[in-house]
């Protein structure tokens, strides 16, 4: 772009989606390593802040140790006569794909979860102060969002100031959510979608509700409908809701048609209340995932700065991998943590009487949306650390799940001498011999299932 000719790297969308492996990096900002990193914007009256000033708190980047990651802090301060709080959330999230634009800088995620990149060889072109990398954030805003008349933007690498600020950042988001809440899917007539993220999942659009916030949790309904209206042509659109097919499990033909066209055929149905079947595709930047326990017919939830295994024995990592990427993988869903404190959280699943095990931290974050009648059910790493301890607990404090074993196992006494199916399922992707099966339709039967640990790929 003709605009950063004084700018070291190359500035455009083509570097979207830019890895940025670990032996190839100079510096990782925020990260699973780093406890406290936030990114935040704040609407400001017009003589609070300077425009173009680029303020930096601590160590620059030229000053930051080779292969080390560090805390990080970004506030934006914005003004304008047309500017007001309840655009703050969308001003933060253009974050995202701005310095994505950069030539060597990967940024991944969101608000507290950030995670950040600068390549060794940007470095070595002369990317290497915050400086220069605000120059290009306050072009590129002033530039897409012409509402905004003042820009000021702040890099935080002190720790002292980071821990000073930390709070307030997490003040200003749940006030924002809190905002979204009590709206119903019913009660609006258009949806929003956010392609933000497919430069690193092509067949991915997130689809927004009232009752289902972006995957990433950073932008509620309320925040799709402002984005759109000041940036028509912006990574944020509407989508008629449409008919609804199936009221259920969340079928809109307005959603099916948006994702159908964006992801240019790949996906044609999306349910919005079910982790089944046609669940919604995931991106890269979710904030937790859902995966599917067979052993117990339930779910478990895992955010992305869990340390350690789940309880299925896979870390977040591992299960991010199986849903990121714009797939619908039965049985995995990537999610906001803001979805969990929805009343449409995995309804046609069974929402909450579904759920068996969740990290204590994501627990004591939306303990206030668990039914109090199964809140004490619900396992956490604290209370199992295997599928086997979790059936027994499950059993113990009388899961509702536990019901269903005790239905399912009648059903079979009752056809003892009839072959039954173990598992069904209308998809049934299998991995063998370096090919993909898919089995529609399955219905799978077994005299006896065996389940076993590889030992050979737990050694790989």
């Known amino acids: 772009m003709s605009m950063f000719k004084d700018i070291p790297v190359e500035v455009g969308v083509i570097f979207e989606g830019e890895r940025i492996r670990r032996n190839d990096m100079q510096v990782e900002l925020g990260g699973p390593t780093v406890n406290k990193k936030f990114e935040i914007a704040y609407v400001k009256q017009m003589d609070q802040i300077e425009d173009g000033k680029v303020i930096v708190v601590g160590p620059d980047l030229k000053n930051l140790e080779e292969g080390k990651a560090y805390p990080l802090g970004i506030l934006v301060e914005a003004a304008g006569a047309q500017l007001d709080s309840g655009l703050e959330g969308v001003i933060e999230r253009r974050l995202h794909g701005y310095l994505n634009y950069l030539e060597g800088f990967m940024h991944l995620n969101q608000r507290y979860d950030i995670w950040m990149r600068l390549g060794k060889k940007s470095f070595q072109k002369g990317l290497n102060s915050f400086e220069i990398m605000g120059k290009v954030l306050f072009r590129l805003f002033k530039n897409e969002l012409p509402i905004i008349e003042k820009l000021q933007i702040t890099f935080i690498t002190d720790s002292v100031k980071i821990?000073?600020?930390?709070?307030?950042?997490?003040?200003?988001?749940?006030?924002?959510?809190?905002?979204?809440?009590?709206?119903?899917?019913?009660?609006?007539?258009?949806?929003?979608?956010?392609?933000?993220?497919?430069?690193?999942?092509?067949?991915?659009?997130?689809?927004?509700?009232?009752?289902?916030?972006?995957?990433?949790?950073?932008?509620?309904?309320?925040?799709?409908?402002?984005?759109?209206?000041?940036?028509?042509?912006?990574?944020?659109?509407?989508?008629?809701?449409?008919?609804?097919?199936?009221?259920?499990?969340?079928?809109?033909?307005?959603?099916?048609?948006?994702?159908?066209?964006?992801?240019?055929?790949?996906?044609?149905?999306?349910?919005?209340?079910?982790?089944?079947?046609?669940?919604?595709?995931?991106?890269g930047c979710f904030e937790a995932?859902?995966?599917?326990?067979?052993?117990?017919?339930?779910?478990?939830?895992?955010?992305?700065?869990?340390?350690?295994?789940?309880?299925?024995?896979?870390?977040?990592?591992?299960?991010?991998?199986?849903?990121?990427?714009?797939?619908?993988?039965?049985?995995?869903?990537?999610?906001?943590?803001?979805?969990?404190r929805s009343s449409k959280f995995f309804a046609a699943d069974g929402g909450w009487n579904r759920i068996v095990w969740v990290p204590k931290e994501v627990k004591e974050k939306v303990k206030d949306f668990i039914p109090k009648d199964v809140i004490d059910k619900i396992a956490t790493e604290e209370d199992v650390k295997s599928v086997d301890e979790l059936k027994a607990f499950l059993k113990d404090k009388s899961h509702p799940i536990v019901a269903k074993w005790v239905a399912e196992e009648t059903s079979v006494a009752a056809t003892e001498n009839e072959d039954v199916p173990v598992m069904t399922a209308s998809t049934l992707p299998i991995s063998a011999g370096g090919f993909r099966i898919i089995l529609t339709d399955a219905k799978i039967y077994a005299s006896k299932v065996v389940i076993k640990k590889d030992e050979k790929t737990e050694k790989r």
Request: charge should be negative; glycine fraction near 10%.
């Open 289 to 340: 995932v859902t995966f599917y326990i067979p052993e117990v017919d339930g779910f478990g939830v895992v955010q992305r700065n869990f340390k350690g295994a789940a309880v299925n024995g896979l870390p977040f990592s591992t299960l991010a991998d199986s849903t990121a990427g714009g797939r619908q993988i039965d049985g995995f869903h990537g999610m906001s943590l803001e979805y969990m």
């Open 163 to 283: 821990d000073e600020l930390y709070p307030n950042a997490l003040a200003a988001y749940e006030a924002r959510d809190a905002k979204a809440r009590g709206l119903k899917d019913s009660e609006v007539d258009t949806f929003y979608g956010c392609a933000l993220c497919q430069s690193f999942a092509p067949s991915h659009v997130c689809v927004i509700t009232p009752q289902r916030y972006s995957n990433c949790g950073a932008i509620s309904w309320f925040d799709g409908k402002a984005s759109a209206s000041i940036d028509p042509k912006g990574p944020i659109f509407g989508i008629p809701r449409g008919d609804i097919i199936n009221e259920e499990k969340g079928e809109f033909s307005g959603v099916n048609e948006a994702a159908k066209k964006r992801s240019m055929g790949e996906v044609t149905k999306v349910w919005l209340y079910t982790a089944f079947d046609h669940p919604h595709t995931s991106c």
